[in-house]
């Protein structure tokens, strides 16, 4: 397990965060496609917290994309590194996430994020800000849609339908399971919204949500016990 410190420099204020994602988001590639879905390896990242004794813990877990093994996984853990403020959460992760991720013993392959890309309220989640400062291709697959509208996909699994920011389509309710509430799912960083919805979808053949985010979630919180015992 890697333990972080906050970054020398590191926003502190939510207009300083505001600031470096107006400096970032202008790196973001939206015409590649990225690696084929089903193919080399792919990674879920995710994060825990223990806001009372400030910690942070994050997991990357790489798995083979064909199989959906698990062939290696990092931890990090650190102080958290900005308060809790709508649409600058990457601020408090991205220390950590980035730990996790170098700590890894080969290289990630697709990264995916339990949170936004680009349909966040600037244009620029957590998908997309681990992106621009890693080059790696990202996505984002989240539980809710935020802030914005869409209609109820069709039943069957694979079905979908826009998520709009007004006219604006930032990413896709995707239906990953028939009949269950679908996710929401954007471009983080070199991938098309398409290739986004097909990795989503080799992702879950069975739940709802990516093995990805599953593997590093039930991960980043084992990580937190550890971090944190209970006296």
């Not at 991938?191 to 979808?201: F, G, I, M, R, Y």
Request: hydrophobic letters at 40%; one cysteine or more; proline letters at 10%.
């Amino acid at each position: 397990m890697t333990t972080v410190d906050i970054p020398a420099g590191w926003p502190a204020t939510e207009e300083e965060a505001r600031a470096v994602q107006d400096g970032l988001r202008a790196r973001v590639v939206l015409d590649e496609p990225g690696p084929p879905p089903g193919t080399g390896y792919v990674t879920g990242v995710d994060v825990a917290y223990d806001d009372e004794r400030d910690v942070v813990a994050a997991a990357a877990v790489v798995l083979d994309a064909a199989s959906l093994d698990v062939v290696a996984e990092a931890t990090a853990v650190g102080r958290i590194s900005f308060p809790y403020v709508p649409g600058l959460l990457a601020f408090r992760e991205i220390p950590t996430v980035l730990a996790a991720l170098e700590a890894l013993p080969r290289p990630p392959g697709l990264v995916v994020c339990d949170g936004y890309g680009l349909a966040h309220p600037r244009r620029f989640g957590l998908a997309s800000h681990l992106g621009v400062l890693t080059g790696l291709p990202t996505i984002g697959v989240a539980k809710n849609p935020f802030t914005f509208t869409y209609d109820d996909p069709g039943a069957p699994r694979g079905s979908a339908s826009p998520l709009l920011a007004d006219d604006d389509e930032v990413g896709r309710a995707l239906r990953t399971r028939a009949g269950v509430k679908p996710v929401f799912v954007s471009v983080g960083h070199r991938v098309t919204l398409d290739d986004a919805c097909a990795h989503t979808l080799a992702l879950t053949p069975r739940f709802r949500l990516p093995e990805t985010t599953r593997r590093a979630d039930a991960l980043c919180r084992r990580a937190l016990q550890e971090a944190t015992p209970r006296r």
